[in-house]
C-alpha cells in the first residue's frame, strides 16, 4: 500500500493563477480531509469528504473548491491563488470505524 | 465548539531526561483524543490516541499520554527521550459523529532534544 499521495511536493503560483493539487488514497476509505498548515497554527480544515459524491466545508474553505467523483481522490482546486494561501496542504484519510487519520507527505504551496 | 490548546510552543529538554507536552481540551460531549507526531518535512502520524476504557494510553516510541475527564487534559509523556525524538507534536480532537467527523489539532509543540 502507498497510502496517501500527494503531488506535486513543491509549487509556486503567481497571484491570480489556478492550480489543482491531487491527493491519491489506496485504503479504500471513505473519509478523506484537507488541511492547511501555517507556522504555529496547527492544521486548520479546509474541506472534507465521508464518501463519493458527498463534500462538506470546514473551518477555512474560502478561496478553494474540492470534488470527490472516486473513493480514491479528492483533488483540492485554487482557483484565484492570492498570497495568504501560500502555506503547506495536507491530505488526510481515514477508515469508517476509527477516527484516526493518516496523512500525506504535503504540499508546500507559495504564492508570490 | 470543541477546541484544543497545547499550553507550550516549545520544549527543550536533553537527551535521556523525562518530557512532559501538555494538552487541554473544551467538549461538551464525549470526544477522542489523539497524539500525533511531525518529523520535519514529512506529513503527521499518530503516536496514540484514546477513545475508551483505560485513561493511560501507551503509544509508538516509548510515549504514553493520561485522559483526565475532570480536568479536561491528554498530556503526553516520556520518561527518557532520545535525539530522534525532535519533532513536532500535535494533540487532537474529535466528537465523532456529534462532531460531524471532523478533528480540531492543537497549534502543537516542538519538542528539541539536546545532547
Known amino acids: 500500500n502507498a497510502g496517501v499521495t500527494q503531488t506535486p511536493k513543491f509549487r509556486i503560483l503567481k497571484i491570480g493563477q489556478s492550480m489543482t493539487l491531487q491527493c491519491t488514497q489506496d485504503?479504500?476509505?471513505?473519509?478523506m480531509y484537507w488541511y492547511r498548515q501555517d507556522p504555529g497554527m496547527g492544521l486548520k480544515l479546509i474541506y472534507y469528504?465521508?464518501?463519493?459524491?458527498?463534500?462538506d466545508k470546514g473551518e477555512v474553505p474560502n478561496g478553494y473548491n474540492v470534488s470527490r467523483s472516486t473513493t480514491e481522490d479528492f483533488p483540492l482546486r485554487l482557483e484565484l491563488a492570492a498570497p495568504s494561501q501560500t502555506s503547506v496542504y495536507f491530505c488526510?484519510?481515514?477508515?469508517?470505524?476509527?477516527?484516526?487519520?493518516?496523512f500525506g507527505p504535503g504540499t508546500r504551496l507559495t504564492v508570490t | 465548539a470543541q477546541s484544543v490548546t497545547q499550553l507550550d510552543s516549545q520544549v527543550p529538554v536533553f537527551e535521556e531526561a523525562p518530557v512532559e507536552l501538555r494538552c487541554n481540551y473544551s467538549?461538551?460531549?464525549?470526544?477522542?483524543l489523539f497524539w500525533y507526531v511531525q518529523y520535519p518535512n514529512q506529513g503527521l502520524q499518530l503516536l496514540l490516541k484514546?477513545?475508551?476504557?483505560?485513561?493511560l494510553v501507551k503509544g509508538i516510541n516509548g510515549f504514553e499520554a493520561e485522559f483526565n475527564k475532570s480536568q479536561t487534559s491528554f498530556h503526553l509523556r516520556k520518561p527518557s527521550v532520545h535525539i530522534s525524538d525532535t519533532a513536532e507534536y500535535f494533540c487532537?480532537?474529535?466528537?465523532?459523529?456529534?462532531?460531524?467527523?471532523?478533528?480540531?489539532f492543537g497549534a502543537g509543540t516542538r519538542l528539541f532534544v539536546k545532547a
Open positions: 488526510a484519510s481515514r477508515p469508517q470505524d476509527t477516527y484516526e487519520q493518516y
Open positions: 484514546y477513545l475508551s476504557g483505560s485513561t
Open positions: 485504503m479504500n476509505h471513505n473519509y
Open positions: 467538549s461538551s460531549v464525549s470526544v477522542y
Open positions: 487532537a480532537v474529535s466528537e465523532g459523529p456529534t462532531g460531524g467527523f471532523k478533528t480540531i
Open positions: 469528504s465521508v464518501g463519493a459524491g458527498i463534500t
